[in-house]
Each structure stands twice: as C-alpha cells, then as structure tokens.
C-alpha cells in the first residue's frame, strides 16, 4: 500500500482550499529571480521588491545603499491547487547559491543575500525541510539562506518590473548580465537536468530493463521517450467514469475525474491536477514551438503538456497521453492504496 510521506507534511484532500497564496523570496538581483517563477503553471503574478527592512517603502536608491536592511525579493502570488509550495522551494533553490551570504555572485553586500520569508507555519515547516533535503543531495556542504517570518514587503519602482522582457535592450542587457555576473555558470554547474528535490521515496521508477518488461511498447516510448499516442485512438480519451488516474509506472496519484472535461482534441483533458506536488513542467520546444511539458514527479514520466485555453475555472487543459496513466475507478480506490481520495466523490 502507498501512502505518500512528505516528512511532517500532511496533505488534506477532503476540502477544497483553492486559493490565492504568497511566496517571498530573496535571491540576490530580482530581475534574475522573476523568470523562473513567471513561467510556472499556477504563478498568478510576481513582483520585485524589497523585503526584511523597517523602512516603510524604500527606493531602490536606498536599499542599493545598504542602509535600509532590506533585501531585494521576489513576492509570488500562486494558486495552491495548481502549484505546490514545494516546488516553489525547489525553483528558488535551482536559481541561486545558498552557500554565499555576503551577495549572489557579483552583486556583494546585505541586499544582495539571500532569503526566505514564511508567511505561515506549513511553509516554515516546508522550507526547513527543503534545506535539509538539499544538504543530503550533497550538492553543497552548508547551506547558508535564513528561513524568516514574514514582515513586510514593498514594490520596486515601476522601470525594475518584469526588466527582463521589457524591450530590446532591456532583454540583451539581462542576458549579458546573467552571463557576466557568473549566475549562468554556476546554476548549469550545480542543477543542469536536475530539477527536484527527493521529498518522499514512497514512489519509485524501476529500472530500464524492467520498464520494458512491465510497460506495452507504447507505454514506454510515450513515458520513456516522450512520444505522443494518437488522438481518438487511445483508452481514455472517452472514458466517463468516476475515478482518478493515476502515473502507469509509479502510482502516483495525477488527476481526478472531477476535472476531465470533453476538450475535444482525442486525448484526456483535466483543468488541474488532483495535487499539484506530484506534476512538474518544463519549458518544451522540440517543435519549434514553445510548449510547456507535464511530468510526473518522482517517475519522471512525460505525461503530455498543458496549454491556457481550457475552460473555466482555471483556463488550464492538461492534455495528456492515455498511454501514461492507469484509471483506478472510485470504488477501488481503497484496495489500491489510495482510500484518502474516496472523499472527492461522496
């Protein structure tokens, strides 16, 4: 029987809790810090700012200055059902060096350093987990980044915004700077194809040599070699039953039939998934194209790729490959070890 153990994490999935909630992150430059968040499934809006300080609304002048005690930051506004809070640690930690606290890379001094602000007692039991997590990746020896309680944070001026699409120059200024300032180098170093943190080992992915034997060949080349089955042809695409689908190689728990809709396009369509901590995206353009893929967290399986023209009440369509999924129907749920999720269909 599976039962997801993320250390003192709890999930609760017997009620709805969608909701707008708040990140606060330091991690040197805030112009380097809003593209990773930006471009997440669920990431609502994020604002460079600064954060940590008594002043009330500094400038930019001040806080570069170094006598306002405050941080530059990133404040992230996400919708939890579709992005966990984890994997909001996760994208912070791929995107700076929490070994230094003088600065980040050529940035030096306070304003520079790094941090993270808990706006509640589950995130501060969360980020302290992630620090221990990544200390025993062995990635880094010490670990550096304070976790804070939460006190203030105030915008940047209006030029400082979203610097790195603003135009032209602004975009190649950003680039040179990434590049120059040793960020580029030293994130490609440390996190290069690695992008999560091990939260839980309940869900494992087997072997190659054993994918293959449990997998059809279709199976493994849509999970394995990030095919793509046919549409209208594959064993979900219609399938109006109560249940919820679930990874083909690990078992984790992906989407729930209570946000399957008729898209359509010939494959299963979902608005969201049942929880976000067990969904990763990634940036895709294997098409020439821009596309963002979905994969399973700890299977690392492709499972298709989302798109924002779905329809209420989250404007997501979660396309995704039958091939990658096993239907467990509501009342067998119990005896598949996933008797928490009963609750979504009483």
């Not at 606290?101 to 993270?116: E, K, L, P």
């Not at 839980?200 to 034997?213: F, I, M, R």
Request: net charge positive.
């Amino acid at each position: 029987m599976k039962i997801l153990i993320c250390f003192l994490f709890i999930f609760s999935f017997s009620e709805v809790h969608a909701k707008i909630q708040k990140a606060t992150f330091a991690g040197g430059c805030f112009w380097c810090m809003e593209p990773p968040f930006e471009k997440l499934v669920g990431v609502k809006e994020v604002i460079s700012g600064f954060a940590g300080g008594a002043k009330k609304n500094p400038s930019y002048k001040e806080v570069s200055s170094g006598s306002t005690k405050h941080r530059e930051a990133v404040q992230i506004s996400y919708d939890d059902e579709l992005i966990s809070y984890q994997r909001l640690l996760e994208v912070f930690w791929m995107n700076i060096n929490p070994t230094d606290n003088a600065g980040q890379f050529v940035d030096r001094g306070f304003q520079y350093s790094t941090a993270i602000w808990v706006h509640n007692e589950e995130q501060k039991q969360l980020a302290k987990q992630s620090i221990e997590l990544l200390l025993k990746s062995n990635k880094f020896k010490k670990i550096v980044t304070p976790v804070l309680n939460y006190t203030s944070f105030y915008p940047a001026e209006d030029y400082h915004q979203n610097y790195y699409r603003k135009n032209l120059i602004t975009k190649t200024k950003y680039k040179y700077y990434r590049s120059r300032s040793g960020r580029d180098d030293f994130l490609n170093k440390y996190w290069k194809g690695n992008e999560r943190l091990v939260w839980s080992k309940t869900y494992q992915k087997e072997e190659k040599a054993q994918l293959k034997k449990n997998l059809s060949t279709l199976q493994y080349k849509v999970t394995q070699e990030e095919a793509t089955e046919p549409a209208f042809n594959n064993e979900y695409w219609n399938n109006k039953k109560e249940g919820i689908y679930v990874d083909i190689v690990s078992g984790e728990p992906l989407f729930s039939s209570k946000d399957k809709y008729k898209s359509g396009t010939g494959w299963p369509s979902f608005t969201k998934p049942l929880n976000s901590f067990f969904i990763i995206e990634r940036k895709d353009t294997k098409l020439f194209q821009e596309r963002i893929e979905v994969r399973s967290r700890f299977a690392d399986s492709h499972l298709g790729h989302v798109f924002q023209d779905g329809p209420a009440p989250t404007g997501l369509r979660y396309c995704i490959n039958s091939a990658s999924l096993k239907f467990i129907p509501k009342d067998k749920l119990d005896e598949n070890g996933l008797g928490e999720y009963k609750k979504l269909f009483e």
